[in-house]
């Protein structure tokens, strides 16, 4: 593995390896072993929560990480193009790790740049090591991703977390997969054409939540609206409440990548079907795993 | 001691013990110790004095640092609740250090971390690191902190370093204390209640600067005035000059957490009163004490 | 040498002292070696390649890095003066790099700093490790500096990174050095009159363009123009192209600070000239060989 662009550059036995890596870093994160090693965060999108988990990942690792965490202020701003941008931090730095606005932004990079390239969000296209935390939380509560239903929530349109995930499960085999959200934000055809497993569209979660081993939720993002009106109808009627989680099988999981606005109830929190904190906790030690594989690894 | 989010939290004999570990770190920074511990900042209100003394301690003590230092760019902004933004940092860290513009927001926060927290300032109710510092050089210049008499000038309203070092006095046995300050900016109620001193409010320096031991100035903030006219007038006149230095005891001191716009005469600087570098060159040695107390200490 | 403010505070030996350990350090970055030091970067102008080209050379000498990027929440903004600003980093650090809008701010902060401040460029005046990285480049090329004929195009009055080079120029025996620019954007009296050297200024590269050993170009910085019609104008009649650099000697280097928007042709990028990579991938070799040579060296 040299970069890490999309969740496809990964097989099923690499997912399973990176696993067992952070297994062991989950239980001793001090784990140091790439002390010779810089990584760089490129974030040209505001990011706190996968920034961070970057950035610890790296210095847990023993690395030293730079960079930057917001467009502004940088010389792209002042209009230098992306590729002389990358090539200073591939001179700078033996990993980028690279969240950008743009559609295919980390593919570029890596094509640009000599040093390995980890995607972490490249518009609404792909975030692969979310993919690879998502699947982490799942394979840890139910000791399998193979042949559960999956109920994905929300705005399957534009998430990239969603798509990366529907991707990476066709290296599984998933029972079923239900898509519940408004037919305006439903999942794309191109994505759609790809998948090998079994899946319907539906709008109302209520017909199918009894089936459900695993329901992601992503949030509903306001920005996408042009009519406010349109959106609020929407938010409400793709919040998953108690009464809907209190009909889902006592196994069942509720996963969602983070940040929350208002699309859950917060009293879900204390059920035992909520997985979303644990989820977040995978977050270092899963980054830990793809960095060691990255920089450990031979071109 | 899990958590500093009151000066209150702490007692005599804890802060005596700081003051030990400050002289230590004050003769070697560079002490190290805590290499497998992680500090997570979190400022949610710009800072650079604090973030970075916070941050240097850290780094000084061996630990790896982590965070942010404006609310811009982070999750919260785009509409995550406080409660998740602090579950993520304290999966992340082993301590955060956190500054909030709410009263209260470091409370909150202790309460939903499992971590220990920090607080670096949480509206214009507490700063008790600040006052470790306070005192620090109180007990540096005096040897003692008891028997002396204290004038605090300025905004005594609305001054988070002052709250908490008016409520650290209640540990100690201060002759006097005087409250210099337009009626406008006087000690709040709650405040003046619960202290166990002798204290007098005037508007007028002049009356007891002869008497006073410790002069404590703050800013005056500009952004508490609705009316432009009254800021100056009272900004103008509580600026402390020259002329009113020269009638100190010559053994007075006179601090100042800074920064400082225009409250003090740059003239000051030069004279034997003038402690509010030293002040501030305890920053880092105090807060080293009060993380390796915190990442030491058993809960 | 404790201060690195001008290039003028470097000779001729200690720029050869300083390629020698850029040649070591670019062998090997990660030398460590100052483990008890702190280093500050203090960016009150936005800057990503200088910021983190000084970062990883601290950090690749094994030192701390603190400090902040961009003048927004900073104590500054809430009106703090410079000198305060600047005893909190000397108290934090051991030496202090600055980028300053203000020309002679990096002077300035020297004064009141016992610990040693380097200039990261301070307004149009000076950015000497930007110059010493330049000839560094120009010696790794040509194995001398001396009795070269140099081409400087573009901005020559407000870029300080050529300011610098011109100044730094002086320490060596250039054969020619010509001044490609328009009359409004040519080099400002003060520094030519310091000048040892034969030089010329003219309008048009293509009169001159098969004499020239090194061509380095600037961005034309569109904010110093008020009428935009004469920007463009200037913009596109200093634009390095594939026709201009096709006449250049067969040995000739074309150099350039970066980061550049729209001066140079990107078809250069592959040509043999085109030294501007290589100029940038020597950012944090001498950036390690100026820091060193500072942290290391008595008073």
New interface residues.
Partial sequence: MHDLISIKDLNRELIEELFLLADKYNKNR?AGGF??K?V?GAFFE????TA??F??AA??LGA?Y?????W?????????NLA??I???D???DCIVMRHPNDGAARFAAEIAEKPVVNAGDGKNEHPTQSVQDLYTIRNSFGKIDGLTYGFVGDLHYARAVNSLLLALNMFKPKKVYFISPESLTVRGEVLRTLNYKYEALADPNKVIDEIDVMYITRIQKERFTDPYEYKKVEASYRVDLALAEKMKSSAIIMHP?????ETDRGIDRTKHAKY?AQ??F??PVRMAVLSKILGGKR
């Fill in positions: 001090h002390e010779d810089v760089a505001p990011s706190t929560r961070l988990s950035e610890t210095k847990m030293e730079i960079g930057f965490r917001s502004e202020g940088t010389s792209l701003a002042k209009g230098e002389d941008t090539r200073m931090l001179n700078y730095a983070l940040p929350r606005i208002n904190f977040a906790s977050g270092v």
